[in-house]
């Protein structure tokens, strides 16, 4: 499985550990030269980047300020606009971006976050979009493992993708919840047909020089996580060992540590 790490202010350049990207078009980020720069440079050796919406971080950005974002970081994806848990909200907005944004006018792969309360409400938001051929990826946000209390509830739903519609979809693990802080270990191993999986984890718990191989604790982002500077906060060995962990996890492949990254 293919990894995204999100990182805090101050430590852009880890996402060069992977060849994977999510970048957030949300302010905070687009307007922060060494987060751009980072993806500048991530886009420069050929690596896949996707742009996400902001719905998750801070609000979501209007559509132009999405493509505005994806075609500065030479994105390959775009996640289209969604509405926490409301099924039928992400729905109209979602067709609205289809509408306005038409392919191959806007020439990037369409992920729709599927959004939803239930199993059942989920479920018949990814059926519509199996009617929609622009949307090639389906996200599924974490919030489903706290909103179904059921850890499980993204292992179970990629499955039932998987076997609903073979070969529709690419699958992608929208962020990590740390109520099942390894999660993604089950997926790997038991739905390796999902594609990626975007993650703070590794800074979240080294802000908190937390091992993350080691840890029993549930920790959330901080809320100036995007705002302050933590190049000073952050522990280097706690960084790269998280990172290391986390990518083990997905089993997703690393690129080299460079000294870019050491701080």
């Known amino acids: ?53 902001g719905a998750a971080d ?29 099924k039928a909200a992400t729905i109209v907005k979602v ?6 944004f038409q392919l191959p006018l806007v020439p990037y792969k369409i992920m729709a976050v599927a959004q939803g309360t ?25 919030h489903m493992l706290t909103t179904l ?15 609903c519609f073979p070969g529709r979809f690419q699958i992608h693990m929208l962020g990590t919840n740390p109520v099942w802080l390894k999660e993604i270990v089950s997926v790997a191993k038991y739905a390796p047909f999902v594609r990626s999986v975007d993650s703070a984890l590794p800074f979240n718990y080294a802000l908190a020089s937390q091992d993350l191989a080691m840890t029993k604790l549930e ?7 995007f705002d302050l500077d933590w190049s000073e906060t ?3 060995r706690h960084v790269n060992n998280n990172i290391k962990t986390f990518m083990g996890w997905a089993n997703a492949t690393s690129v ?3 000294s870019t990254c050491e701080l």
């Not at 995204?4 to 880890?14: C, S, T, V």
């Not at 132009?64 to 509405?83: G, T, W």
């Not at 209390?149 to 076997?163: H, P, Q, T, Y």
């Not at 920790?219 to 996580?225: G, K």
């Open 1 to 53: 499985m293919q990894a995204a790490l999100i990182p805090p202010r101050g430590l852009e350049n880890y996402i060069l550990h992977s060849t994977f990207h999510l970048a957030l078009a949300i302010p905070q980020c687009m307007s922060n030269y060494d987060y751009t720069n980072a993806y500048s440079d991530a886009a420069t050796r050929g690596d896949y980047i996707v742009v996400d919406n």
């Open 58 to 86: 801070g609000g979501l950005v209007s559509n132009e300020e999405l493509l505005d974002a994806a075609f500065m970081l030479a994105a390959k994806e775009i996640v289209a606009p969604d509405v926490f848990y409301d």
């Open 95 to 100: 067709k609205e971006f289809l509408r306005k």
């Open 118 to 142: 239930s199993p059942a409400s989920i479920r018949r938001c990814i059926d519509v979009y199996a009617t929609l051929p622009e949307i090639d990826v389906v996200g599924l946000p974490k």
């Open 149 to 163: 209390n059921v850890k499980a509830a993204r292992l179970d739903m990629a499955k039932w993708i998987d076997e």
């Open 219 to 225: 920790l959330t982002r901080n809320p100036e996580y």
């Open 234 to 236: 952050a522990s280097t």
């Open 256 to 258: 080299k540590e460079t």
